[in-house]
C-alpha cells in the first residue's frame, strides 16, 4: 500500500516537474564566495589543484575554443555553459571529495569589484604583473598549455583596478523585466556577464577564459541567475526561444555532449546535481536583512520601465489576494502595491543575493550616487563576435537605469 503512494507520488511529481528526468538523490550545494568556511576553501584548492596537475584546464580552455563561435550571442549559451561547468565539477568530485564550484556574486561588489576577497593572495589572487602573469593566489604557479604554453594572465581593465561594472540593481531589472527565456540570456550574457570577462582580462577576456578558475566561479554565478529566473514564474523552468521569441525545440543536442538541451533545463534533476539553495528562497538572506531608516522611493514610472514585473499588478488586486510567501518550487515574486524601494530591495535580497546590507555597510560608502558601469570595449565587441547594435542598445538602458535611480535619490544598499 505504502510502495503504492509513494510510486504515486514519483509518478505525479515526475511529470510536474521534471519532463522525465530522474531527481538526483544527492544535491552538492555550490555556495557563495563570502559564505564559504576555510575548510571548504581548502577543498576547492586541493580539488582544483589536482585538475591542474592532470592537464584538465588544458581540455576545458581547448573546448570551449574549439565551440566558441556556436555558444555565444545565441540561445544555447546558457544551458551549454551548465553543462560545461557540471562536467568540471563532476571531476572535480571525482578528484577530491565533497569539491563543488562555488558561485561569486560578482554584482554585489560593482562599484568596486577589487574589494571582494577573492581576489587576495588566500584565495584566487590578484591581477597580472608587467608581463600580465598572475604572481598570487591559488594558481600564481599554474602553467598554462593552451593555445600556447605560459602563464596564467589577468590585465585589469583599469590598470590596477577593475572599472565599475553592472550592480545587483542593473541584474535584478534583467531578471524582473525579461518576458522570455531569450530576453534573460542577452540581459545577462552582455551584462553581468562580459562586464566581468572584460573587467578581469588576459585569459578571462580570450576564449580560453577556462584557464582561470575564476571562470567557473564567474559561470557558477551566470548559472544561479538562470536557475532563479527559471523559478520565478512556474513557465519559465522549461522556457527555450530565439530572438523572435519562436520556440526552440530542446530535443537538440548540444555542440559536443551527446545529450538533448531538455536534460539540463532544470537543476537538480538528470546529472544535474547541484543546488544553489534557490528551492527555499524564503531563507535567502531575509534573515539577516537590516532596513534602511531612509526608505527611499522609485517612482511607479521607473519600477514598470525597469522592475515591471514587480510593478505590473499595483492597484488591481486586493492586497489579501496576493500571496507574498515564495512557496515550494512555485515562487511568487513579491509585488509592489505603489512603487515602494521595499519592494524592490525584498526582491534583491529574497532572489539575487544573500548577503545583507549589514555585512557591507562598514567598508561601503553609501553616500555617493551609484557609478554608471564600464562600457565594453569595441575591441571586446569585435573579438567575441558580439552585435554591436544590440549591445548599444542593452548598454544604453542600463546607463539611463543608473542615471534615473541616482536622480531619483534611490540609495543602493550594496
Ligand atoms: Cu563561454
Known amino acids: ?35 564559504m568556511s576555510e575548510g571548504e576553501w581548502d577543498v576547492i584548492r586541493a580539488g582544483v589543484t589536482k585538475m591542474h596537475r592532470l592537464g584538465w584546464f588544458i581540455w576545458f580552455s581547448f573546448i570551449h575554443t574549439r565551440f566558441y563561435g556556436k555558444l555565444h550571442t545565441v540561445p544555447i549559451f546558457l544551458p551549454w555553459h551548465r553543462r560545461f561547468i557540471r562536467e568540471f565539477e563532476a571531476l572535480g568530485q571525482f578528484y577530491t571529495e565533497g569539491f563543488f564550484i562555488p558561485y561569486w556574486d560578482s554584482a554585489l561588489d560593482s562599484e568596486d569589484p577589487l574589494a571582494n576577497k577573492i581576489f587576495g593572495p588566500q584565495y584566487l589572487g590578484g591581477n597580472g604583473g608587467p608581463d600580465g602573469c598572475v604572481k598570487d593566489g591559488l594558481q600564481k604557479d599554474f602553467r598554462s598549455y593552451f593555445p600556447k604554453t605560459g602563464c596564467l594572465t589577468r590585465r585589469f581593465n583599469g590598470g590596477d583596478r577593475i572599472l565599475s561594472w553592472i550592480s545587483v540593481e542593473s541584474v535584478a531589472s534583467t531578471l524582473a523585466s525579461a518576458e522570455t527565456f531569450n530576453d534573460f540570456r542577452l540581459g545577462i550574457e552582455y551584462g553581468i556577464h562580459a562586464s566581468v570577462h572584460n573587467g578581469i582580462g588576459g585569459d578571462m577576456s580570450t576564449a580560453n577564459s577556462p584557464n582561470d578558475f575564476i571562470f567557473f566561479l564567474h559561470h557558477s554565478y551566470i548559472d544561479r541567475l538562470w536557475d532563479v529566473w527559471q523559478r520565478m514564474k512556474p513557465e519559465n523552468m522549461f522556457s527555450y526561444n530565439d530572438a523572435l521569441g519562436k520556440k526552440i525545440d530542446t530535443n537538440q543536442t548540444m555542440e559536443l555532449y551527446a545529450q538533448p538541451i531538455k536534460d539540463v533545463l532544470e537543476v537538480g534533476y538528470g546529472s544535474m546535481c547541484y543546488t544553489y539553495g534557490n528551492q527555499n528562497s524564503k531563507d535567502n538572506g531575509k534573515k539577516t536583512l537590516t532596513r534602511r531608516n531612509d526608505s527611499s522611493k522609485i517612482s511607479i514610472k521607473t519600477m514598470r520601465k525597469f522592475f515591471p514585473l ?18 515550494p518550487n512555485k515562487d511568487i515574486l513579491p509585488m509592489s502595491k505603489n512603487g515602494e524601494t521595499g519592494s524592490l530591495e525584498d526582491f534583491m535580497f529574497s532572489h539575487i543575493t544573500k548577503h545583507s546590507y549589514a555585512d557591507k555597510k562598514t567598508r561601503r560608502n553609501r553616500g555617493g550616487l551609484m557609478p554608471i558601469p564600464a562600457r565594453l570595449p569595441d575591441r571586446f565587441l569585435e573579438m567575441h563576435r558580439y552585435n554591436k547594435t544590440e549591445y548599444e542598445v542593452f548598454y544604453n538602458r542600463q546607463v539611463e537605469l543608473i542615471n534615473t535611480l541616482n536622480r531619483e535619490g534611490y540609495k543602493t544598499p550594496f
Open 1 to 35: 500500500m505504502k510502495f503504492v503512494a509513494v510510486t504515486a507520488t514519483l509518478v505525479v511529481f515526475g511529470l510536474i516537474f521534471a519532463s522525465g528526468l530522474p531527481r538526483c538523490s544527492t544535491l552538492v550545494e555550490r555556495k557563495e564566495v563570502g559564505e
Open 310 to 327: 514587480l510593478a505590473n499588478n499595483s492597484g488591481t488586486e486586493t492586497p489579501e489576494k496576493r500571496s507574498t510567501e515564495p512557496t
